[in-house]
T-cell receptor, first 110, second 112 residues
């Protein structure tokens, strides 16, 4: 079966940098995506890595290493509004579905 | 900006009743999905739909569940004979490429 493992919870202070890791065991996939979900809200797309390396989108960056079966989301200059759950996800080859990781709850403190 | 819309936002139903959750995907998308999220847990795949038929379904998606695309815009999830453990947030999503899925705001289903 497929698995994408993430830390369950991370706490950081406003203005800091935090890294949320995603280690996976899956069959072939197109790329690694990251989603943000605030309490009571819908998952919203943040970032995508089709190839190995770093992708930067404003304060958020994402990294993928297929050889290490590992990726991460990096959030810089943390703001209180970044408090949310973050999920990594893959769209598998030959399977029409996005498979989501276990999710990481990020708590940003003043 | 195009978005996925879901109705109703909340649904309370008695155990054993049938419910229909409705979704309007983004109009030029070809791939549609239903996901479920029990409070505080991960987003679980239920079913995907492409070219007017189911393309994938999870072990959760048993005979109790069905999906339809009754017309060119709507996409529905029917849950027959609801159980207490069906209480969850149900999300519809659509995509046109493997990069990202666009999610609706969800329907919170409470079975009492």
């Amino acid at each position: 079966g497929q698995s994408l493992e993430q830390p369950s919870e991370v706490t950081a202070v406003e203005g800091a940098i935090v890294q949320i890791n995603c280690t996976y065991q899956t069959s072939g996939f197109y790329g690694l995506s990251w989603y943000q979900q605030h309490d009571g809200g819908a998952p919203t797309f943040l970032s995508y890595n089709a190839l190995d390396g770093l992708e930067e989108t404003g304060r958020f960056s994402s990294f993928l290493s297929r050889s290490d079966s590992y990726g991460y989301l990096l959030l810089q200059e943390l703001q209180m509004k970044d408090s949310a759950s973050y999920f990594c996800a893959v769209r598998l080859y030959n399977f029409n579905k996005f498979y989501f990781g276990s999710g990481t709850k990020l708590n940003v403190k003043p | 900006e195009p978005e996925v819309t879901q109705t109703p936002s909340h649904q309370v139903t008695q155990m054993g009743q049938e419910v229909i959750l409705r979704c309007v995907p983004i109009s030029n998308h070809l791939y549609f999905y239903w996901y479920r999220q029990i409070l505080g847990q991960k987003v679980e795949f239920l079913v995907s739909f492409y070219n007017n038929e189911i393309s994938e379904k999870s072990e959760i998606f048993d005979d109790q569940f069905s999906v339809e695309r009754p017309d060119g815009s709507n996409f529905t999830l029917k849950i027959r004979s609801t159980k207490l453990e069906d209480s969850a947030m149900y999300f519809c999503a659509s995509s046109e490429e493997p990069r990202e899925a666009f999610f609706g705001q969800g329907t919170r289903l409470t079975v009492v």
